[in-house]
């Protein structure tokens, strides 16, 4: 079993389709094996984001600095989801970064629509909703930075006996 990190970000708490979009992710049968709701520092964010995703570095630090500016502006919802290959799998269901090019069917494409171009043109980061790690590396280091291991739950789902069938 795999685990990863999916962040719901503050557009998506302050819009209240924080329900709807962890459904999508109970339904498929991943597990939830850790959950709060906390509002980290520009330190967390840095580490976070440049520390562990490299986003200053690919992007460039106007897009770093407006990308923590809005996750700076509420409370997010982070949680642990486990399942058969769950960051690809969650990232699958996430969709591309730009909500203009996500497909419909995934959560960017279903819930927003904004493209870089007119976030950059009022001087802001593309608002999607959720953030999911992007592979198994950045997902370890994901959970270590924003959980520790008394925060995670180990318990039974009653579906696992289909998404982890035994030898008979
Ligand atoms: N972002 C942005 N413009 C960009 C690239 C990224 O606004 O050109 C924001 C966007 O909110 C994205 C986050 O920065 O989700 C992290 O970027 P990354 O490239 O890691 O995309 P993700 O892994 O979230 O799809
Ligand atoms: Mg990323």
Do not use: C
Not at 25 to 30: M, N, S
Not at 96 to 101: A, D, G, I, L, Q
Not at 102 to 108: E, F, H, K, M, V
């Amino acid at each position: 079993m795999e685990r990863t990190l999916i962040v719901f970000k503050p557009d998506s708490v302050q819009r209240g389709i924080v329900g709807e979009v962890l459904t999508r992710f109970e339904r498929v049968g991943l597990k939830i094996v850790g959950t709060k709701m906390l509002q980290p520092d520009y330190d967390h964010y840095h580490q976070h984001y440049e520390g562990i995703g490299t986003l200053k570095t690919r992007k460039g630090d106007e897009i770093f600095e407006s990308q923590l500016k809005s996750m700076l502006v509420g409370p997010v919802i982070a949680m642990v989801l486990e399942g058969v290959d769950a960051v690809e799998t969650v990232r699958k269901m996430v969709g591309s970064t730009e909500p203009k090019s996500a497909l419909p069917g995934t959560i960017r494409g279903d819930y927003a629509h904004v493209s870089y171009g007119a976030a950059n043109a009022s001087g802001k980061s593309v608002s999607n909703i959720i953030h999911a790690s992007a592979d198994a590396n950045e997902a370890e280091q994901e959970i270590a930075h924003w959980f520790s291991e008394s925060e995670m739950y180990d318990y039974e789902a009653v579906h696992e006996k289909f998404t982890q069938p035994k030898n008979s």
